[in-house]
T-cell receptor, first 116, second 112 residues
Framework: GENVEQHPSTLSVQEGDSAVIKCTYS??????FPWYKQELGKRPQLIID?????GEKKDQRIAVTLNKTAKHFSLHITETQPEDSAVYFC???????????????FGKGTSLLVTP | NAGVTQTPKFRVLKTGQSMTLLCAQD?????MYWYRQDPGMGLRLIHY???????AKGEVPDGYNVSRLKKQNFLLGLESAAPSQTSVYFC???????????FGPGTRLTVL
């Protein structure tokens, strides 16, 4: 099955700096890669996603890049703010229905702390 | 439009007791999923359903059963709870025409 590795497990940055979180996946048949943000005690919330036919996607201060050949994708947060502090999860989804009904395979998460 | 809801929010069980977690969605989504979240482990798929009346096993199904008698509801059952099932349980749903998976607020379960 799909294996998603996520690094680093913890990341501390100063407010205004950039943060980068990296993930690798094992199954070349995966074609959808979302990123979720989870604040303490809350549900995971989708912040950005990318499909395998796209190399990069941006939404204001957040961007995701995908390298299909190397099977890795990254989340980039620029001009970080204290409210960006949370746990971030990457995920990969297989492109066929028969593989877990399009369920997501998650990385183990990155705890991001943005200090003022 | 409440999205995905879960009941209960918290529960404490003794070893060997049984319980059912309810997930409900009002978005007419075909796909529904149960995940468990443990510290440092990310979210792991327990069971999933691709439509009313269908269920299938995910990555960590042992000790759990599920049912999807109505399209909007997905139930997760623990027949004989064990301390290893102490976790936060998240339900999620997804429509057939979109990629986005929406999560419920979670149920924190402690098994003593």
């Amino acid at each position: 099955g799909e294996n998603v590795e996520q690094h680093p497990s913890t990341l501390s940055v100063q407010e205004g700096d950039s943060a980068v979180i990296k993930c690798t996946y094992s199954d070349s048949a995966s074609n959808y890669f979302p990123w979720y943000k989870q604040e303490l005690g809350k549900r995971p919330q989708l912040i950005i996603d990318i499909r395998s036919n796209v190399g990069e996607k941006k939404d204001q201060r957040i961007a995701v890049t995908l390298n299909k050949t190397a099977k890795h994708f990254s989340l980039h947060i620029t001009e970080t703010q204290p409210e960006d502090s949370a746990v971030y999860f990457c995920a990969a989804r297989h492109n066929t229905f028969s593989n877990s009904g399009y369920a997501l395979n998650f990385g183990k998460g990155t705890s991001l702390l943005v200090t003022p | 439009n409440a999205g995905v809801t879960q009941t209960p929010k918290f529960r404490v069980l003794k070893t060997g007791q049984s319980m059912t977690l309810l997930c409900a969605q009002d978005m007419n989504h075909e796909y529904m999923y149960w995940y468990r979240q443990d510290p440092g482990m990310g979210l792991r798929l327990i069971h999933y359903s691709v439509g009313e009346g269908t269920t299938a096993k995910g990555e960590v199904p042992d000790g759990y059963n599920v049912s999807r008698l109505k399209k909007q509801n997905f139930l997760l059952g623990l027949e004989s709870a064990a301390p290893s099932q102490t976790s936060v349980y998240f339900c999620a749903s997804r429509g057939g025409a979109t990629d986005t998976q929406y999560f419920g607020p979670g149920t924190r379960l402690t098994v003593l």
